[in-house]
């Protein structure tokens, strides 16, 4: 066991970039999320989830690019693990072994997958970078959702207070973790703010991913 999630150790011969922290470029992250996701729904939740990251991690002050490349392959075994979802973060373990990116980012990929599988039934993110992705990649199906009813399902028209709106109507994208897209607050966000930036990230790729 290292940290507060088992983890897959990175093969020693692993051919490094010069982003050691993540082991991996924002290029060859793209690359690799080719390899294993096909579907176009499933890409554009992943860039998606890119775009979100990297807008939190500049208001936040942080490395823009590793919090990209982490939004990029926060479901990186998604289509591997569809017909048992209690896999999904096992398979990612060694999905990322295999890709070479790093041990700490691992972790905080992973980690967004803790409390709603077997393998990961407990909630132990902690940082914020782990509490960012979580939120971020949530927070994805929200404001896709918000859009869809839309009249012109156009997001160039959706707004901050629409988005809450739908937040507090339970019965609505009901499988949209509510309390994961909470722990917004955990990086000192209201959650206004971070609906904000969220629509806005998505809003600046709308043609991208089809809304």
Sequence with gaps: MRGRY??????????????????????QAREVLKKYIKEPANLSHCRESEVIMRALAKRLSEDEELW?????LHDIDWEL???????????????????????ELTQVIVSHVGGFTKHFPENKRATKFEHAL??????????FASTLVRPDKKIAAVEVKSIKKKMKDKSFAAKVNRDVIGECEQLGLSLDEFIEISLGAMKSIAAEIGL
Excluded: W
């Excluded at 990209?68 to 990029?72: H, K, Q, S, T, V």
């Excluded at 693990?81 to 041990?103: A, F, P, W, Y």
């Design 134 to 143: 979580a939120a971020a990649e949530t927070i994805t199906g929200l404001i």
């Design 68 to 72: 990209g490349i982490a939004g990029l």
């Design 81 to 103: 693990v569809l017909n048992d979802v209690d896999e999904h973060g096992v398979k990612m373990q060694e999905i990322l072994k295999t890709e070479c990116v790093s041990d």
């Design 6 to 27: 088992r983890l897959l150790a990175v093969d020693l011969n692993c051919n490094k970039s010069v982003f050691m922290q993540a082991g991996i470029t924002s290029d």
